[in-house]
């Protein structure tokens, strides 16, 4: 019993939990960092294409904004929180987003895909949003160890 509390209090600890959470971050942020890339031209960073454009006008035409403003927003979103994940910046508010992005995806777009897909997405960021980042984030630069509301 003594080895098993050994081992659970090893994989409680902050460099466990902060590999688990990079973890999380690096999954959450693949998913909509590889849905953005193929929303724009090739060879560039952010120009959206034309075939974004007529999925956001016919396949994803019930999203509450025009095409127009819609493609380009999730262009730079899937871009812009991907890349805040990763480097475990603005950790909570970036998974926030993202999860805000999966509901608008799931009621409005793909509202079939909740058990296959989007559970999941919304698990992950779930956990960033009551975690945060973890050890290995940028978040925690310039927060001392020690007892208060640090951000984990």
Excluded: C
Excluded at 35 to 57: C, H, I, M, N, P
Excluded at 79 to 86: D, G, Q, V, Y
């Amino acid at each position: 019993m003594q080895s098993w509390q050994r081992i659970t209090g090893f994989l409680q600890g902050p460099v466990v939990e902060g590999i688990a959470l990079l973890f999380v971050r690096v999954a959450l942020a693949g998913v909509f960092w590889r849905s953005g890339r193929s929303k724009v031209v090739e060879g560039t960073w952010l120009q959206v294409s034309d075939a974004t454009y007529y999925l956001f006008e016919n396949d994803y035409s019930a999203v509450p904004l025009p095409p127009h403003l819609a493609a380009p927003m999730a262009v730079a979103f899937e871009h812009l929180f991907p890349i805040l994940l990763l480097a475990g910046a603005a950790t909570r508010l970036s998974a926030l987003a993202l999860l805000g992005m999966t509901m608008v995806i799931q009621i409005f777009v793909f509202p079939e895909a909740w058990w296959s897909v989007h559970i999941l997405w919304v698990a992950l960021a779930l956990v960033l949003i009551v975690r945060g980042g973890g050890l290995f984030a940028l978040d925690r630069v310039g927060h001392t160890s020690g007892s208060g509301g640090m951000p984990r």
